[in-house]
């Protein structure tokens, strides 16, 4: 018997996304969609997929994360983004991953980007990970104060798959400073609530330094354009990151903490 495979999407106001995500998972056994009360098109488009759909207050990815996992029933689980797709390369070695007594627990998924109308081969994008995309139940799970870019907690054996799912990203120039702005204000949180500590000074630096990393030593100039702006876009939100950190930090000082 063929093991049966659960997808879950996280979702917010993706109405122009989730349509393609879902679609590229119609493969799947069940697909859930944790919907943090989106105020578009985004449920709704779920439920046409034959998605179900569960709403969850936003308290961070690493919850959101969980309740994927709590919300699905199958053996296998695959995470996918609402700007992802499963390609069809992807989707035949998940299956053949979910069949093979001998498989790992748990799989980093390569991602190929795409950004301004073409592939971004340098700057740290291709092949960049986020968490283990595919894994067994029971054997992964994620810390439920991570409001961003959060980890893992794995119980067994971590392998990579080989094939790439597709990720845009952004749509819109506008997107990449909304998505800039919304990040970089989660991960200040996450900083302070680590006890972490800086200064303009420390903002500065930390922006140039991540300029510097993702333009020249990660050879994003190779990309043209499009490269020149992840990297400055990158530069931004890494600022802006530790200046909102800093202001958090004196308003811990004003406060007595």
Request: contains cysteine.
């Amino acid at each position: 018997m063929s093991a049966k495979i659960s997808a879950f999407i996280l979702a917010y106001n993706s109405e122009s996304q989730i349509d393609a995500a879902l679609e590229s998972l119609q493969w799947a056994d069940e697909i859930v969609v944790i919907d943090s009360h989106s105020t578009d098109r985004t449920a709704a488009i779920a439920a046409e997929h034959g998605a179900r759909v569960v709403q969850e207050d936003f308290n961070g990815f690493g919850r959101l994360r969980n309740a994927g996992i709590t919300h699905t029933q199958h053996d296998w689980i695959f995470s996918l983004d609402t700007d992802e797709r499963c390609t069809p390369e992807a989707r035949d070695e998940i299956l053949a991953i979910a069949n093979d007594p001998d498989s790992a627990d748990a799989y980093h998924t390569p991602r190929r980007n795409y950004f301004m109308g073409r592939f971004i081969r340098y700057g740290g994008w291709y092949p960049n990970f986020r968490q283990p995309q595919l894994f067994r139940r029971g054997k992964l799970t994620f810390p439920e104060n991570d409001l961003v870019h959060e980890g893992f907690c794995l119980d067994g054996r971590l392998s990579e798959m080989q094939c790439p799912i597709e990720q845009e990203p952004f749509e819109t120039l506008s997107d990449v400073l909304h998505k800039a702005n919304r990040y970089s204000s989660l991960s200040a949180e996450k900083l302070a609530r680590d006890k972490t500590r800086t200064g303009p000074l420390g903002s500065l630096s930390h922006g140039i330094g991540m300029f510097l990393k993702m333009y020249f030593l990660r050879l994003g100039f190779l990309d043209g354009w499009p490269g020149f702006i992840i990297a400055w876009s990158n530069l931004e939100g890494t600022f802006y990151k530790y200046a909102k950190l800093a202001e958090l930090n004196r308003k811990g000082r004003q406060r007595g903490e």
